[in-house]
């Protein structure tokens, strides 16, 4: 796009490429479960509410990280924080978008997701750690330690972020 050229929403929110990054592994085995769909896409809501959060913790953090705090950055931090608890709430609430789906529907595609697991959502874990959640504090999942079950480029990027 030119400098010329407007602005165009899809364009700008990227959505072709957003859109097109539901990926069913059950329609990847011939095999399409209807209600996997929706399971994509509430994880892939979950995520971006998660990449949010990381940034506004991460400003918020940046305003504290001063010698002395300036009054108006108060303001900055109190909004941006109230901005955080608006997305818990939100996050909370997909959860009544995903029982919409039954056990049993999630039983109909599960086996064609394992091992993959919510617990390996690397961002949640680093917002975990920026939030003050300590290793020693974790429970662990099967004797294993909230690291085990990610990826190298992963388990490196939170553990970078538990050791700040």
């Known amino acids: 796009m030119s400098a010329s050229e407007p602005l165009y929403y899809a364009s700008y929110l990227q959505l072709n490429r957003l859109l097109s990054s539901q990926e069913m592994e059950s329609a990847k085995h011939g095999r399409p479960v209807h209600d996997e769909m929706l399971f994509i896409i509430v994880h892939q ?25 300036d009054e108006k950055d108060m303001g900055t931090i109190v909004a941006r924080l109230r901005r955080i608890v608006a997305i818990q709430g939100l996050l909370i609430d997909q959860v009544a978008v995903l029982e919409t789906m039954t056990p049993m529907d999630f039983l109909d595609f599960r086996d064609f997701l394992y091992p993959a697991s919510g617990f390996q959502s690397a961002q949640f874990r680093v917002v975990e750690n920026k939030l003050g959640l300590r290793r020693e504090d974790r429970l662990k999942l099967e004797g294993a330690v909230y690291t085990e079950r990610l990826n190298d480029d992963d388990r490196a990027r939170v553990e970078e972020q538990e050791q700040r």
């Open 45 to 69: 809501a979950y995520e971006l509410w998660f990449k949010q959060i990381d940034w506004e913790l991460d400003s918020v953090m940046e305003l504290l990280s001063q010698p002395a705090v």
